[in-house]
């Protein structure tokens, strides 16, 4: 039987990339996002690219009692993959202060929080041995970029601790890091905005050039893979060389 996998964000943007690159394997696919049409788009276009079945779950994941109904509805056959793709780049309401701790609640909530919560909820759900979590973080959670850096580095501090508590039960936690992806749309209404983004972004790679939301999905399916069983706790980069790794 094909594996269990499940994709958070995986309407859109790199989840999505995620779920149609392992298409490849025809998972059953469980697609949970807000937006209870667009996740219905992406579930027929993944059916068109090979998935055995896809189910959809619209959930607001910032919400304990969502992440708990979400839980039970997946409860069934062990879950073999788990993506944690929600997140974004939100802006804080008001002034001053109150707009400061607007903003960094807003990125805690819907960077750290959606993992964690959905991480927790889903964990009795896992496959023991061989289960796989990979959460998307950024590279901006490695060199620094105000709140929402600050809540991706987070991901990967709480990444660490959840790679060392299930490495018993052999279940591999890590994080892959993606560096500017212009395709997606975490940056296309940056990129509307102000175009002169584009550019600016790709003057730091030493590669010369962005990258594509496929490159990331295949390092996701690498570490969800069946030969990445011993590891575990590790960020991988996918940046192009702008951040190097140590």
């Avoid at 929600?86 to 959606?114: D, F, I, P, Q, Y």
């Avoid at 002169?196 to 969800?224: C, H, K, N, T, W």
Wanted: proline share 4%; aromatic share 4%.
């Amino acid at each position: 039987m094909s594996r269990r996998i499940v994709v958070t964000g995986g309407g859109t943007g790199l989840g999505y990339a995620c779920a149609e690159r392992l298409c490849a394997e025809s998972p059953r696919l469980h697609l949970v996002a807000r937006r209870e049409n667009v996740l219905a788009d992406a579930a027929a276009r993944l059916r068109a690219a090979g998935a055995a079945e896809v189910t959809t779950h619209p959930c607001d994941l910032t919400d304990a009692d969502e992440v708990t109904d979400l839980a039970r509805d997946l409860a069934g056959d062990p879950i073999e993959g788990l993506v944690l793709a929600a997140g974004g780049n939100g802006s804080g309401a008001g002034e001053g202060l109150h707009k400061v701790a607007s903003e960094w609640r807003t990125n805690l909530e819907g960077n750290l929080m959606t993992t964690i919560l959905t991480a927790e909820g889903l964990l009795s759900l896992m496959a023991r041995p061989e289960g796989r979590i990979v959460a998307i973080s950024s590279i901006a959670g490695i060199r620094g970029s105000g709140s929402y850096g600050g809540a991706k580095a987070a991901v990967h501090g709480w990444m660490w601790w959840m790679a060392g508590r299930l490495a018993k039960d052999g279940i591999t936690v890590n994080c892959v890091a993606p560096g500017f992806v212009p395709e997606t749309d975490f940056w296309q209404p940056r990129i509307a905005k102000d175009p002169a983004i584009f550019d600016d972004r790709v003057s730091q790679i030493p590669m010369g050039r962005p990258g594509r939301a496929a490159e990331v999905a295949e390092a996701v399916a690498y570490l969800l893979g069946p030969n990445a069983g011993w590891t575990t706790g590790q960020i991988l980069g996918v940046n192009g060389g702008t951040v190097l790794g140590r």
